[in-house]
């Protein structure tokens, strides 16, 4: 998937037109697990969408798998197919009266039937862990870890090649977040392309392959985790919360000790070591000083 | 793609102009005083003083003369039907026919009065509409409204129920975008097929569509009660309404145009009459 000078404003033409993206580029490719942050309004959910063919480029180009997005470009349908994508809150989607029916609509959609459909609804629901119990029972009455898993697995069901997912754990506790991102592992080695929107960052750098940071939509910093990191050591982002990682380098750099966070845990540890015992650090009495 | 957009009519565009500061209640009576003179004059004559005054909206609105006559698109269709019929069902004078269509020269005249009337009005309504705030807006109708709360007219309950209508439909907007935007992205498909399959394809947009709106129904009515809204309670305003010189004069202002325009109206018949 290659999109490349994306732009994209609301209601152009109008009094009220708000520039949502301007010239983002970014390409993914299957096997990889492309993280978007940015802060709320800063365009990341319009880039989503844009991934999906449900909004078209106004300008810049947006092709998947050899198929340019352009208004009158056939074939966009397919292209929903390939590019599953799981909206913020997925479960307000439900509509129908069991939890089967939910996962069969999109499989359905697409002409899917009989033992065909059955096989998408089966590897959609294995795939996220879903009590087979739990199919007959109204999507509804489910708990909200569950409900969360009916709607990723009515995704996955239409079998995508990329899985686009805008804040999959929003509204989600702490178990129910590291069993998302299992699952979004497993995916990816399977060979989906995995396409993650989110504000939190930490979450982001840990599992994530690539990531892009959007700033009122522009894309301000792109690369793999450790740049990223470095990056935000450099310049924070206004309305992210920097990980721990970066914050901790911000206040040794304050102190005149300057990490490279791009290299690995073990090499940070060592020249912390080094500055044993504390030279550096004004002010401050040595014996109380220590790592 | 971009759903349901392009609905102006009457939408509240921020601003600082003349007629953005004049009080609603000001407004809501001009409106309906416009309305008035659009129903008493609407001759050709009438028309292009109405035209003069709609070309002098922008400098009191600071609303660009595009976005106003935008605002009348949504009832083209129906201004067009309108000055059909009248076209083609006017008794007069026949300048045309083919079968038993006949345009007569009157047929002609009503129609084009008839669509520029329904025009106008739409026009002038979505000037109040976008130049004052809902708030404001049921805050001004509820004050016109009170003396019938004398014969029990629940005037203050009707300004709540009104805010909250008004406050809600850009959010509904956007839920039933976003709704169909997942839906679409699951594969649904709501533009093939004869009517009966176009109709059940929206089931899976107006179910969560409603879930979504019970709830929210729900927790505003929360929000409500621990704020202590209990409903026919006089209520104080933080920003009371301010009938000054500038509305008197506004309201003076139009009557006297309005006057104007019924005047040459009634002499321009008369004459006609005369001839």
């Known amino acids: 998937m290659i999109i490349e000078h994306l732009s994209y404003s609301y209601n152009s033409g109008t009094p009220s037109e708000a520039l949502a993206l301007k010239d983002v580029s970014v390409s993914v490719s299957r096997g990889e697990w492309v993280s978007i942050v940015g802060h709320t309004g800063s365009g990341k959910s319009t880039l989503a969408q844009h991934m999906n063919a449900l909004l078209i480029p106004q300008s810049g180009l947006v092709e998947i798998d050899g198929v340019q997005v352009t208004p009158k470009a056939k074939g966009l349908r397919e292209l929903r197919r390939k590019v599953g994508l799981v909206f913020q809150y997925p479960e307000q989607q439900f509509f129908a009266e069991t939890a089967r029916d939910e996962i069969a609509f999109a499989p359905a959609n697409w002409g899917a039937s009989g033992e065909e459909l059955e096989q998408c609804v089966d590897y959609a629901v294995s795939s996220v862990g879903l009590e087979p119990d739990l199919l007959g029972a109204n999507p509804f009455s489910l708990s909200g870890g569950q409900q969360r898993r009916v709607a990723m697995a009515s995704v996955i069901a239409m079998k995508p090649d990329y899985l686009v997912l805008d804040e999959p754990t929003a509204g989600l506790d702490a178990p129910g977040i590291n069993e998302l991102i299992r699952l979004l592992k497993k995916l990816r080695s399977e060979g989906l392309a995995v396409i993650q929107v989110t504000h939190d960052l930490q979450s982001a750098l840990d599992h994530s392959d690539r990531l892009l940071v959007l700033e009122n939509g522009m894309s301000v910093a792109g690369g793999a985790p450790e740049e990223i990191a470095q990056y935000l050591l450099e310049n924070p982002v206004r309305g992210l919360v920097m990980p721990p990682l970066v914050q901790f380098a911000a206040g040794l750099r304050e102190r005149g000790i300057t990490l490279d966070l791009t290299s690995d845990i073990g090499t940070i540890i060592k020249k912390i070591e080094e500055r044993r015992p504390c030279a550096g650090i004004a002010g401050e009495r040595q014996d109380t000083c220590s790592f | ?275």
């Open chain 2, 1 to 275: 793609m971009q759903f349901l957009s392009g609905i102006s009519l009457g939408q509240f565009i921020p601003g600082d102009s003349l007629l953005h500061r004049l009080d609603p209640r000001c407004k809501i009576i001009s409106t309906f005083l416009l309305i008035t003179g659009l129903f008493m004059a609407s001759k050709i004559p009438d028309l292009v003083l109405w035209g003069i005054f709609l070309l002098a909206l922008p400098a009191l609105s600071g609303i660009s003369l595009k976005t106003i006559l935008k605002s009348a698109r949504p009832i083209l269709f129906l201004v067009a039907i309108t000055a059909l019929l009248n076209l083609f069902w006017t008794p007069g004078r026949a300048v045309f026919q083919a079968g038993f269509l006949k345009v007569t020269e009157e047929g002609l005249m009503t129609a084009f009065e008839m669509g520029m009337r329904l025009f106008f009005l739409v026009v002038f309504a979505s000037m109040l509409m976008m130049t004052t705030n809902p708030m404001a807006f049921s805050d001004g109708l509820e004050r016109l409204l009170s003396p019938l709360s004398k014969i029990g007219f629940p005037s203050s309950e009707m300004a709540v129920m009104m805010t909250i209508a008004l406050r809600f439909i850009p959010t509904l907007f956007e839920e039933t975008d976003r709704i169909l935007k997942a839906q679409l992205s699951r594969g649904a498909d709501f533009e093939s097929g004869g009517l009966l399959k176009r109709a059940r394809s929206f089931i899976p947009v107006l179910i969560p569509l409603f879930i979504l709106v019970f709830q929210r129904a729900e927790n505003l009515a929360i929000a409500m009660e621990s704020r202590c809204y209990v409903p026919g309670m006089a209520r104080t305003r933080l920003n009371p309404l301010v009938w000054s010189g500038k509305e008197t004069a506004a309201i003076l202002g139009l009557l006297a145009f309005i006057t104007a325009v019924v005047l040459l109206d009634r002499s321009y018949f008369l004459g006609f009459v005369a001839i």
